[in-house]
């Protein structure tokens, strides 16, 4: 089984930067696709920001420019680092990969739980 936990969220004023964590744990596995999400109460959650394996990366036109995603596979973490942040950011950003399990074909979806993200004005 893959675990998935996040960091770095908190309350912030309009303009500030914020840096998320995600770390992968588990046995027997490999990454794919990491991605952070995000949702508000009465949205849909929507991709906020995608790495592959390889590195390529693709992003929500609204964060495009103030947003960056990475990766550092030897910990099987995730980061976006969240620059000129805005009041419409606020949200709960969870991160999402999709793993091989050894073993096993295809790949399965694995979610953290989330951390809020505040962003005042």
């Known amino acids: 089984q893959v675990q998935l936990v996040e960091s770095g969220g908190g309350l912030v004023q309009a303009g500030g930067s914020l840096r998320l964590s995600c770390a992968a744990s588990?046995?027997?596995?490999?990454?794919?696709?990491m991605g952070w999400y995000r949702q508000v109460p009465g949205k849909q959650r929507e991709l906020v920001a995608q790495?592959?394996?390889?590195?390529?990366?693709r992003y929500a036109d609204s964060v495009k420019g103030r947003f960056t995603i990475s990766r550092d596979n030897a910990k099987n973490t995730v980061y976006l680092q969240m620059n000129t942040l805005k009041p419409e950011d606020t949200a709960i950003y969870s991160c999402?990969?999709?793993?091989?399990?050894?073993?096993?074909?295809?790949?399965?979806?694995?979610w953290g739980r989330g951390t809020q993200v505040t962003v005042s004005s």
């Open positions: 790495i592959t394996s390889g590195g390529t990366t």
């Open positions: 999402k990969a999709d793993v091989y399990l050894n073993g096993v074909s295809g790949t399965f979806r694995y």
């Open positions: 588990g046995s027997s596995f490999s990454i794919d696709n």
